[in-house]
């Protein structure tokens, strides 16, 4: 039977390419089309940053065969939402050239999301065992905790704007699912210092 470590990159491979199908099939490289985009990776980057931050904590807490293969896919998800925010990235491109003719400036200030992407790259390219190994398991291990929280804040604070902004129940629900994520990561903290 495939498990969900050996299926979760080209799933969202497949994804991200039906969606960009679907979504350009609807009139081509428009700004609308590109915004759909941004949109969409949005959500599959959140969904898998989910899975792979609540990993430990879910496994820790309800200890079963289906968490154990989601902790075991741990890395695999990792991945997958960096392929997902890649195309988050290029749809940026995108969205900047055809709607602001190149001028970056638009976006307004893009430091933090810049920041952000860069310890996404770092986190992709040390997801395997050669790299735990180069750069020792503490500082391994600092560059993925730190970069977590990172993506958490990011995707956090954007989806409360947007929630704030618009009223609409869909971003009050990432919201909520975003608080859940921290509320499992402090309970872990707490239950193994309780039961250490
Ligand atoms: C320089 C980096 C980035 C730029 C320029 C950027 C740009 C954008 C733009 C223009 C939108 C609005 C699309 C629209 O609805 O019109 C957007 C939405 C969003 N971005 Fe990014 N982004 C960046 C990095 C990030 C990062 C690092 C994260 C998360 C870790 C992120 C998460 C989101 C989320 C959650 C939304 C809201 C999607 C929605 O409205 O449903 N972005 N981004």
Redesign the pocket.
């Known amino acids: 039977m495939p498990t969900l470590k050996n299926i979760v990159l080209p799933v969202t491979l497949l994804y991200l390419l039906l969606a960009m199908i679907i979504v350009l099939s609807k009139g081509g490289l428009t700004v609308d089309n590109i915004?759909q985009m941004?949109?969409i990776t949005?959500?599959s980057?959140?969904l898998l940053?989910s899975l792979t931050f609540s990993a430990s904590s879910l496994l820790h807490f309800f200890c079963n065969k289906y968490w154990q293969s989601v902790m075991q896919a741990r890395r695999r998800l990792g991945l997958s939402f960096a392929l997902s925010?890649t195309v988050?990235?290029f749809a940026?491109v995108a969205?900047v050239e055809i709607a602001y003719g190149g001028d970056?400036l638009q976006?307004g200030d893009?430091a933090?999301?810049?920041a952000?992407?860069l310890f996404?790259f770092a986190m992709a390219v040390t997801s395997n065992d050669a790299s735990v190994k180069l750069l020792g398991a503490k500082n391994w291990k600092r560059l993925h905790k730190t970069g977590s929280y990172?993506?958490w804040i990011?995707?956090f604070s954007?989806?409360l704007e947007?929630a704030l902004d618009t009223g609409a129940w869909h971003?009050w629900l990432?919201v909520l699912l975003g608080i859940s994520l921290i509320l499992l990561r402090v309970g872990t903290f707490w239950d193994k210092r309780i039961n250490a």
Request: a positive charge; aromatic letters at 20%.
């Open positions: 915004r941004i949109r949005a959500t980057s959140m940053f925010h988050h990235l940026i969205l970056y976006l893009i933090g999301g810049s952000i992407y996404i990172l993506i990011g995707l954007l989806y947007n971003y990432y």
